[in-house]
């Protein structure tokens, strides 16, 4: 029997988002293997990847540069969460689609994600699909 009611997936439309210009994606996560091992895998997709293992390297990473997504850690440094990290980088990313990403699959995390207009994804997870999703709706934005 299952802990929670379960979840209507959205239909996700296939796009080559290896043909799309090269697009900064924030990765923040501070587990070094995961932050390697995303970096290693957008790069190979053909997004620019600004790599951050805490909160203060990813404000100077948005500082620099402005990233088109934002892929956060739900929990990348002392207590904080991916959320709070959207938060506290301000304008630098409020305007953007953003993704959390976490082994948390509690209905809180799921609520504060949608609050915040944010997008959950739980590992493991199906992340190039969504960011050829996410950054085709941006396009008119960017």
Known sequence: MPLT?????????????????ARRVLVVDNDAAVLTA??????????VVQAAADSD???????RARPHL?????????GATGLNLRAQLGEAIATLSC???????????????????CH??????AL???MGQL?????AIV
């Open 57 to 63: 390297t990813a404000r100077r990473l948005c500082h």
């Open 135 to 139: 950054l085709t709706r941006s396009d």
């Open 128 to 130: 190039k699909s969504r």
């Open 5 to 21: 009611d379960p979840v209507i997936a959205e239909t996700i439309q296939p796009i080559d988002i290896i043909a799309a210009p």
């Open 99 to 117: 993704i959390v990403v976490t082994a948390d699959h509690s209905e809180d995390v799921r609520r504060a994600a949608a609050a915040a207009g």
């Open 38 to 47: 995303m970096q290693a895998l957008l790069s190979g997709w053909g997004f």
């Open 70 to 78: 934002p892929v956060l850690d739900d929990h990348p440094d002392g």
């Open 120 to 125: 959950l994804l739980h590992k493991p997870l």
